[in-house]
């Protein structure tokens, strides 16, 4: 496994009463989407300040490639962010002025941020709007030229707070692709999202946040797999007859078509027997999704 | 940093050449502030009282209050606009760090704001007669002046970081530096910020004196103290709204 870019170890955050983190630790490694999720209020915005060196952990500690963003401000040169609720961007000044700009200001020369910013707003499909101010641009475009501010840089890691919201099917769509891209290319990126779908399409691994705590920490593929179990879906081409139904049952089969088979292989098989020979149209190991997850996780926390 | 320096700048300037009627706005305001001024004196003063040469060294004090004023009150403006709009955040993520950022951000605002001062100038010797011939020397003292003026202007800084509505206080305080200002450069007020150098600056303009270097080294070591203490205040205010979690908004 690659050393962690970004790593953050046992992350604390009061504001007044109210502990909004607490103990949180994750690890970020190239090339890999880590979907951070939880409720709002969860404590999901202020782990990523903290990760991004814009809040004070009360305990803990971030390392950025091995160094402090607190202590040693150039560790930022590394990381790129897109912020929830926060313009990103200068409204007054054209997208490729933008890009200039945050490229200088994230320590870059001055030719070389025009040549990236140049790059990227022609490998991102907004060359035509080069020289258009920010605020008469979509909302979708808005939020592209947001990520690319965050790329400018050309950073190792990338913090996502919600990258898609907002955004048309095409756009959001588009982005994703993008991101998996950017993952595919070796950033290694924290995806913050309510859209689950989102997650799901670009996670390798998942994080859920509840109450300010990381109560579940897993792969993608292992978690989806964890909780669909081992159940099985089948589908008949033809309604089964009521003998066979009422067999079915006493076997637990559930569900009036699909029907869902709970348990391992061998149960699986006791009911094939049952319905030879009725035409099958199809047997499937069950799947979950994310938000069937999401929702257990957070139920049970 | 020399391109941190060059790309501020050059946002200043396309902030002047997309947004002119701002600059046009603030020239029309300053200058018509001092002309009314001007008006009422010589009202209250009756129609036989001429200025003569005074009135050039009233103009500079003016010209220099407001050069001071915009170093004064330029970043903390710059920090609530910001807050507001949603870009301080992308802003602090500078690996410069948001000290050194906005100390060239600073820098980089003396151009635009010396085009302001020297536009506003223009104005008030078309419409009040004056003539300003002073010895470029004179500069030297101006330049002690506002390094107290970003001084001060990073410890208000301070407070519009943590605090964010502070516009009544910049309001007032526009006062408290036209008594620094106009402050005399002796005694204890020579540890007052501003009032040093800009007695030497007066001395200078309405009474001719040379340019004296103890008077000039003084004022420089005022204004670089209270420079010092406001980048103090402010390091301070950045750590304390970082651990507040401030930067985020209202």
Known sequence: ?301 | MLDLLLVEVWRSLLALRRYPLELLGAVVTLSLIFYLLFLGARFLAGPGVEFGGRLEAVLVGYLLWTFTLSAYNGLSFGLMEETQTGTLEQVFLTPYGPVRLYLVRDLAGLFTQGLLVFLIALVLMALTGARLAFTPQVLLPFLAVLLGGYGLGFAVGSLALLYKRIGQLLGLSQFLLLFLLQAPGEGLFRLLPLAPGAALARRMLAEGAPLDPAPLFLSFLNGLVYLGAGLFLFRRAVRLAKGRGLLHGY
């Not at chain 1, 890999?32 to 809040?55: D, Q």
């Not at chain 1, 991102?124 to 592209?144: C, F, I, N, P």
């Not at chain 1, 989102?198 to 109560?215: C, D, S, T």
């Not at chain 1, 989806?224 to 589908?235: C, K, N, P, S, T």
């Open chain 1, 1 to 301: 496994m690659e050393p962690a870019l970004l790593e953050a170890q046992g992350l604390r955050k009061r504001f007044g009463a109210l502990e909004a983190v607490r103990g949180v630790s994750l690890a970020l490694r190239p090339g890999e989407v880590l979907a951070f999720l939880g409720k709002n209020g969860a404590g999901k915005t202020t782990t990523v300040k903290m990760l991004s060196g814009l809040l004070l952990p009360d305990a803990g500690e971030v390392r950025l490639l091995g160094q402090d963003p607190f202590r040693d401000p150039w560790a930022l040169r590394h990381l790129g962010a897109v912020l929830e609720g926060n313009r990103n961007t200068y409204w007054r000044l054209t997208a490729l002025e933008n890009l200039v700009y945050f490229g200088v200001a994230r320590g870059l020369r001055l030719a070389a941020a025009r040549k990236r910013a140049l790059a990227l707003l022609e490998e991102y499909g907004l060359w035509d709007k080069a020289h258009t101010e920010v605020r008469h641009l979509s909302r979708g475009m808005q939020q592209k030229l947001a990520l690319l501010q965050a790329l400018v840089h050309d950073p190792e890691v990338l913090l996502l707070d919600e990258p898609t919201l907002g955004l048309d099917v095409d756009t959001s769509l588009q982005m994703q692709d993008k991101i998996r891209a950017l993952a595919k290319g070796g950033k290694a990126i924290l995806l913050t999202t309510h859209q689950l779908e989102v997650a799901e399409a670009l996670a390798h691994q998942v994080a859920i946040i509840h109450r300010g705590e990381v109560v579940l920490e897993e792969s993608k593929e292992a978690l989806l797999a964890r909780f669909a179990g081992e159940h099985y879906v089948l589908e008949l081409e033809a309604p089964p007859p009521p003998g066979v139904l009422a067999q079915l049952r006493a076997l637990g089969v559930e569900g009036e078509g699909p029907f869902l088979v709970r348990g391992d292989g061998e149960a699986l098989w006791r009911v094939l027997e049952a319905l030879k020979p009725l035409p099958l149209k199809k047997v499937a190991k069950a799947e979950a999704d994310l938000l069937e997850v999401f929702l257990k996780v957070v139920g049970r926390a």
